[in-house]
């Protein structure tokens, strides 16, 4: 691989060791995947920051590199922790937890990380162009920065994306490459997709059955003639998840979909395919839900004022998170959409969401809208779960 | 049987083969602290992939995953190499932090658990033992 001779002084270790380390990183990954250059990246999105995902063992490799002397080269922001910063005493996490969560923010922090803690950037701030290239983490983040967005980045690991923070580079191969964007599987959608359960049926549906394809898995999805933005962000998560899809198109919704030509591989996914993909993320009877969240990926501004439209003048029976951003959490604030919630008796678990929280033990079943926080529901926590359309998943929580 | 593919991180280690057909999350589908795989419904869940010679087709998921390696390694659970048909970058990464002896490009179709398996992945080789 070619390197300039900037690229070659830091790996030469000549802006300290954490750079070093770094840029050893991406080269060794520009070698593996047969890069014959670095390039620069616009933004950075980090995940790995819920100290129950990093455990002792990660948060010392970060602290390692913040005190390293490593220092962000290019805009990052980051993925969510594992409570509220603010309000996690509220949300029944421990002081222990939270002493140790402040370090791993912390180690971020001397790095000139921006601790945006949420997976959705490019909702407040971190929105690529077309085009661009970019090194991101988290895996639903990854998908609409390339498939709805356009933007080309690789589904990068915690660790290579704080490698291409410190350095404002990653190797150029995989989805940097016009030819790795092109589909390599047609699905033919000969169902309904109109609402949110439906999108995230949809993405586990196509996930579970493209999972053990090699090589780049990019499906080109016909049949989906209407999307919204939140739509796209519980498809990506859900494609993500099951079937570590970085990238898809739609035809008259994503910008590249017509770049290229019709893969030969088809499949086709009718309703009873969508059922079956839903069946098997409700495994939780009504009584057992015992935790209702909404916000996996965190929650939009629109969505926010549709629950508190819900939950005005009712009362939740049951826990109840609603995981967004701090930005648009503020605008919630703002918009009067908090206090009605709030009174309502749900919790706003800002920073946080029901993935990367500390929760394990502490319910029996999960109601949510999102295919993503079912699977992790049960891997991470052994939940039970009830997949239900967002509207039905407020009403479950007054039950 | 000698199957070659790409070097991910060297190594040369003999161990005895855990093989699946599907995608491995290391994040939320391996508990860092037993190293037993939890996803519902997976080929391997209940499995434990500490010291063995972990042979599933590409990574899926979480970005998370790579620390989960990590974790594996420190907690003596880690796997002894892994092989793969495509390795992923989160996979990838995962070795070169924690160390573990990876190759891909390698056609899984012969592989069986249970099997003992000879990885030189410094060369990019592995060798499957015949069953007595």
């Known amino acids: 691989m070619h390197l300039t001779p900037e690229e070659q002084a830091l790996l030469a270790g000549e802006a300290g060791h954490a750079t070093q380390k770094a840029m050893e990183i991406l080269t060794a990954l520009g070698r593996i995947y047969g890069a014959e250059r670095m390039i620069a990246v616009g933004s950075v999105q980090i995940s790995g920051v819920s100290y129950a995902n990093l455990g002792e063992a990660g948060l010392s490799w970060l602290a390692e590199m913040a005190d390293g002397g490593g220092k962000t080269r290019v805009f990052t922001t980051l993925n969510p922790a594992g409570m509220d910063i603010e309000n996690y005493t509220n949300l029944g996490i421990s002081e222990e937890f939270a002493e140790n969560q402040r370090r791993v923010l912390s180690a971020f922090d001397r790095m000139g990380v921006v601790t945006t803690c949420s997976c959705t950037p490019y909702l407040f701030g971190n929105l690529p162009r077309f085009g661009e290239h970019i090194a991101w983490a988290e895996s639903s983040a990854v998908c609409y920065a390339n498939a709805v967005i356009g933007a080309r980045t690789n589904r990068e690991g915690g660790p290579s994306a704080l490698a291409a923070a410190l350095t404002g580079r990653t190797p150029a191969y995989g989805y940097h490459l016009d030819e790795n964007r092109q589909p390599t599987l047609h699905v033919q959608v000969k169902a309904a997709v109109t609402k949110n359960p439906d999108f995230g049926a949809l993405g586990k549906a196509i996930g579970d059955r493209i999972q053990s394809q090699s090589g780049y898995r990019v499906p080109l999805i016909s049949g989906v003639s209407e999307a919204n933005l939140e739509n796209l962000k519980s498809l990506c998560a859900s494609i993500a998840t099951y079937g570590g899809v970085a990238l898809f198109h739609i035809p008259g919704i994503t910008p590249e979909a017509s770049a290229y030509a019709l893969p030969t591989e088809s499949l086709t996914l009718t309703d009873e395919d969508l059922q079956r993909a839903k069946q098997e993320l409700n495994t939780a009877s009504r009584e057992e839900v015992d935790f209702v969240s909404l916000g996996c990926p965190h929650l939009s501004l629109r969505e926010i004022h549709r629950i508190a439209e819900l939950l005005n003048g009712k009362r939740v029976t049951k826990e109840f998170w609603i995981t967004t951003s701090r930005p648009v959490k503020g605008m919630a604030d703002r918009m009067g959409y908090t206090e009605i919630i709030e009174t309502a008796g749900a919790k706003f678990a800002t920073d946080t969401c029901c993935v990367v929280a500390p929760i394990k033990g502490r319910f029996t079943a999960l109601a949510t809208d999102s295919a993503k926080a079912c699977y992790y529901a049960y891997a991470k926590n052994n939940f039970k779960t009830r997949l239900l359309p967002f509207d039905e998943v407020v009403r479950e929580a007054c039950q | ?132």
């Not at chain 2, 070659?4 to 589908?29: C, D, K, N, Q, W």
């Not at chain 2, 209940?46 to 790579?66: D, E, H, M, Q, R």
Request: aromatic share 6%; net charge negative; glycine share 12%.
């Open chain 2, 1 to 132: 049987m000698k199957l070659t593919g790409r070097t991910i991180y060297p190594g040369h280690v003999s161990g005895e083969a855990l093989v699946s057909r599907m995608g491995i999350s290391f994040y939320g589908g391996v508990d860092p602290d037993t190293g037993l795989v939890t996803e519902a419904g997976h080929d391997l869940e209940g499995n434990s992939i500490a010291g063995k010679v972990l042979v599933f087709p590409s990574g899926k998921g979480s970005t998370v995953g790579s620390y989960i390696l990590y974790r594996l390694k420190k907690n003596g659970l880690a796997p002894a190499a892994i092989i793969n048909a495509e390795c992923e970058t989160i996979t990838a990464v995962g070795c070169i932090i924690a160390e573990i002896p990876c190759v891909d490009q390698i056609d899984l179709t012969p592989f069986t658990s249970g099997t003992l398996l000879n990885v030189d992945a410094e060369n990019g080789w592995v060798e499957i033992n015949q069953a007595n």
